[in-house]
Every structure is written in C-alpha cells, then in structure tokens.
C-alpha cells in the first residue's frame, strides 16, 4: 500500500524559507512523478511543482518560480520542497503526491486527476 507522509509545516514570517518533506513508502518510487499541491482556504487544490524522479526533470507553476526548489532523495524515498522568500498567500495546507505514470505535457502535471496517491497534507502559515 502507498504511503505519502508530509513533514515540515509551520508558522513562519513573510520572507522565510522553509523545507516540507515527502516520505514515501509502499512501492519503489524511482519511475514515479512526485508533485507538490497546495489548497488556501476557501480555493480550489492548485499545483506547485512536480519532479520526474528518474529524469531529475521539475515543472513549477509562475506563482512560485524562482522561490520554490523541488527536490528528491531516490535512496530515502523522499521528496522536499525547499521554500524561500515565503509571502503571505503562500499560505495553504501543502500536499504530497504520486503519479506512477509520467506525463507527455507541463499541463498534466498540473492537474489533480493525473496522481495516484496522495497525503494527508501539512499546513504553511505565512505571517506578514
């Protein structure tokens, strides 16, 4: 059975960085695509980042390009999200995903209904 347990969340001040963590476990997860979404009160689940994990290739939505580095650990199958110069609407419960296939578009590994599995989410707050 698929696990996907997020660390990492907290309360931290506009401008920060902060690290969440992604352990997976339940399958080997080397040909998998692992993604980042987020979910602000009130809005819809949106896309954050995603990682090809055998190709190393990352896909990042424009809110957080340039803040937000996707990364993995093959050999501790996890993924992080390292976040810096963190804002206020970066506010958002922050969920784990897997997708065992892999996606021929950026616009796939946009959507929710492209993962598999998913966490239970770990919560961001941004404080101005």
């Known amino acids: 059975q698929v696990q996907l347990v997020e660390s990492g969340g907290g309360l931290v001040q506009a401008g920060d960085s902060l690290r969440l963590s992604c352990a997976a476990s339940g399958r080997t997860f080397s040909s998998y695509t692992m993604g980042w979404f987020r979910q602000a009160p009130g809005k819809e689940r949106e896309f954050v980042a995603a990682?090809?994990?055998?190709?190393?290739?990352?896909y990042y939505a424009d809110s957080v390009k340039g803040r937000f580095t996707i990364s993995g650990d093959n050999a501790k199958n996890t993924v992080y999200l390292q976040m810096s110069s963190l804002k206020p609407e970066d506010t958002a419960v922050y969920y784990c995903a897997a997708d065992k296939d892999y996606c021929l578009t950026y616009q796939c590994y946009t959507q929710k209904r492209t993962y598999d599995y998913w966490g239970q989410g770990t919560q961001v707050t941004v404080s101005s």
């Open positions: 990682i090809r994990w055998r190709y190393d290739s990352t």
